[in-house]
Structure formats: C-alpha cells, structure tokens
DNA sequence: ACAAAAGTGTTCGATCTACACCCATGC
DNA sequence: GCATGGGTGTAGATCGAACACTTTTGT
C-alpha cells in the first residue's frame, strides 16, 4: 500500500514524501504507506496509512495506479505494493510531520526501494486524464479564476497552456460553472477575473471517445 | 492473480471460465487463476496459471486491471486478487481443458465471487483502449480483410461500427499496413477484399490527446 | 493616458461521421 | 445482366489551437 500525493506548488507538482529512520534505506526518502489490514479494503488502507502524514480531508481525490511486485524491488522480504494516486488542492496546505515533506518531482532527492519510479507513474496517470477528464478539481481550490487554472494545469502538464482554449473546452463540457463573483485585480491593475468552480467534485470522464464513436442513432450493449 | 481472458466469438466478446470442483462455490464459473509465488512478478504469475488453461503462445496481450481487495467479497481467508486482461485473437482456438469453457459476456453463467464483476471491468478496458489504441491487434488475426475487423470491432464495442471509417481511421494512424493482397470471394461473389496487417504487435497509444494538446512547438518536461 | 490583466471573436486546420457512388467478382 | 460484397470520394459537423482585438481595472 502506497501512495503518490501530488500537489501543485508553484510552476511544478510536489509528491509528498517522507524520511526513513532506518534501514533498509534509512536516510532516504519514500512515499508514504503501510501493510494491508485483514477487514479493509486496499482504499481504505490506503487512507488509513495516509491519515498519518495528512489531514485526509484535504486529499481532493484517491484512485488506484497498479501493483508493484518485482521481487526485487526491495530486499527481502519480498513486498508487494498497490500504488494509489492521491491529489490535494493547490490551496490547501494540511500540517505534515516533520520527517515528511514536499519534494518537487523534476528534482527528487535519493529515494527507497522503487519509489521514483512509482511517482513516475503517478505523475504520468494526473497528466493523462486532466486532457479527458475532469480531474483538475482535485487540483484547484474550490473557488479560482481561469488564470490560476491555467497556472496548476500548466504546472501539472509541464507544458504551456492557453487560458483562452483551456476556459472554452472545459466550458463546452460542462466542466467549470461561472460562479457570477469576480475577484479583486492586483496591485497593478487589470480586469477583475471572473471566478469559476467545478460542477462536480467526483472523478467524470468528460471526453470518452476519442474516435470510433457510436453512430448517432446509439444504444449501448 | 486473476485473468479475464477475452476473445471475439461470433457477434459478442466471449471471456475463458472453468468450472470449480469444490467448496467454495462449487459448481460455479471461475476466472483463470492463483496464488502468487514467491519468486515472480505478478505479471508471471498470472502467465504461469494461464498456462493451465490455455495455450499462452496464442494470448496476443496481457494487461493489469485493477486490484480487487473488499474482505468480503469471498468467504474466509481474504483473498485480494490482482487482476489481468489477457486477449485472444479470433482465429485461435487453442485447446482448453474439459473443465474450462468460452462464455459469452451478455450470457455469463452463475460465477464464483466477484468474478462476474472483474469480467465487466476487463470488457470496460477492452472498449476503451480499442478508441485510442491500437489494441485490435491483439483481437485479430495476422491478417484479415477490413470487413472482418470491423466484426470484431463492433463486437468487442456492442455497437455497429462503419467499416468505411474504421479503415481510414486506423490507416491514418499508421495502425494498418495493406499487405497487398487480397481474399477470394465468397460462393455467392463479390470483389475480393484486401488484406491488411496490423504495423505493430505491441501497444501503443495511438491517441494521446483528447485535448490540451501542448502546443505546436512542443517539448516535454 | 497608459500599462496590465482578463476575456471575446474569428480563422484555420485536423479529424471523424455519414452517405452517395464506383469497382470487381460469381452466377 | 445483376446481385453481392468491397472500396473511394466528398460534404458536413465538431472540435481545438492560434492569434488578434476588445474590455476593465489601477496608477
């Protein structure tokens, strides 16, 4: 049971990571975590291990990534670990152990056993599904403008993206509701930007078929 | 370690279930599976138990689902299962054990746990990666007309597919590669059908952005 | 007035569906 | 010839990227 958290801090996403006080790999830094208990699910576990390094009210959203289970991901005795992704608003900074931390992803210390590259995947799972889903409200806080939008997007993607398209296909799907409310402009003046919220707090594919769409006259099997 | 294990039979997908001999659920249908061995990765487990039921050489693709962990969802001890998709051409029919049988997913029998659930999920993967990915290759014979693969797409989706599209869908991917040759027509006529390959036996996101593209002059991060 | 920030209008290209039409074969 | 199955041409719709332009604020 293992958890990749990611949060966007500035112009990059941050994995929440923690630093182990003995060995194996004792000095060096690991996703947080926990052996499965015998009446919960693999979820719940999931959250009962994370409930120790985070408020779990602030984790935005929870899916499972995959299992891990190379024998010699470790040394022994052999583990196996389902991974989970886990995503915390930009806004929300929950209070955190002191061995835990934020470690930016494009610069991750020395970590323990496989958990670079289990952050790895995690990393890629948000990146995929913010173009088809709507997974970015686990991202922002609960109320923003398109511009801060475009800020976690652009952090989370790594690459540019343009507040004008990201505001219009967001919109077509249905995805942001303008809250009618602006916020106030900077110091240096500009247009009030108008403020928008998700229309849904839990996880929608918003995009489903790439191609190969049902004819128009449809009906599922 | 669980495997649902698909193939297109006739007009609808039909997933590989044997027959369980004792308690619990006896009588019942079960996916392909088992325990975990000490020394292999979940993956080679699942190929290791497939190899019981199925011929693996004929197994085109084999994918991890989803882990499925409610302690209750068989009787005790808990089990969690990790479970797989496999795929099975449609011009295979290896030989399988008299207790092992194809089923047809719109008419599954009674199922051992939450096996019936598992198939669903595995059925959900399949639709979806045969939008985005090249996925059929793993449906299909080596080689085969267009029409043809439009059954085996229109199976697997449970809706009419156009073979039309299809074909300069999947071309202009570069999924397809025309062998240049073509099929005899059947006893009542008709002009002979091309033949196609798929280009790759491997999976490959052929589709990668339903939207926020990065922009033209690109460079991943 | 001017700079800064936000938002809108519009064009262009890519992509997919739908449907009409043309081609090759067997009887 | 004509029915049957296969393949191509093309128009229409949708969608998203790009970019110019307008709107609203602070100094």
Known sequence: ?????????????????????????????????????????????VRRHLAEKVDLAEVAHVEQLSVFSDPHRGPAPRRVATAFLGLVPSDADPAIPDDTAWHRVDALPPTAFDHGEITRVGLDRLRAKLSYTNIGFALAPDVFSISEL??????????????????????????????????????????????????????????????????SGAGAV
Chains 1, 2 share one sequence.
């Open 150 to 215: 475009r800020r976690l997007y652009a952090a989370a993607l790594g690459h540019h993206v343009s507040a004008t398209n990201l505001q219009r296909v967001l919109t077509r799907r249905g995805v942001l509701v303008p809250t009618g409310t602006t916020a106030a402009p900077g110091p240096a003046g500009g247009r009030p930007a108008a403020l928008f919220r998700f229309s849904e707090h839990t996880l929608r594919v918003t995009d489903p078929f790439a191609a190969l769409r049902p004819p």
């Open 1 to 45: 049971m293992l958890a990749v958290v990611l949060r966007i801090t500035g112009t990059v996403p941050s994995v929440l990571l923690w630093r182990r006080a003995r060995e194996p790999h004792e000095g060096r830094w690991a996703l947080p975590g926990g052996r499965l208990g015998a009446t919960e699910d693999v979820e719940a576990s």
